[in-house]
């Protein structure tokens, strides 16, 4: 079981920047990936980013490829969502996930944190 708490949602213009974290506790083991998800209004849950714990290799949605990163602290067990030259089109509540395996999909993804609020205004 792993329990993953997410932080630092909110309100920002568009063409700013946020960061979001997500901490996770529990039996977590090196061979996990963590990836990010969001869920905008009307719309079903899609994949953002994803990163492997023990190589560090990471993984990108198309619409975000160049504007966020996905940073991790090994020790603090903690991954980030550092999004920058943020749209409209970003806004949405952010989920942080855990995987078996580097993954796009979110049926790979078997614990989720409760979500962060992120508002891109225009």
């Known amino acids: 079981q792993v329990q993953l708490v997410e932080s630092g949602g909110g309100l920002v213009q568009a063409g700013g920047s946020l960061r979001l974290s997500c901490a996770a506790s529990g039996r977590f083991f090196s061979s996990y990936a963590m990836g990010w998800f969001r869920q905008a209004p009307g719309k079903e849950r899609e994949f953002v980013a994803a990163?492997?714990?023990?190589?560090?290799?990471?993984y990108y949605a198309e619409s975000v490829k160049g504007r966020f990163t996905i940073p991790r602290d090994n020790a603090k067990i903690t991954v980030y969502l550092q999004m920058n030259s943020l749209k409209p089109e970003d806004t949405a509540v952010y989920h942080c996930a855990v995987a078996n395996g580097l993954s796009g999909s979110y049926s790979s993804y078997d614990w989720w944190g409760q979500g962060t609020h992120v508002t891109v205004s225009s």
């Open positions: 990163i492997s714990w023990s190589g560090g290799r990471t």
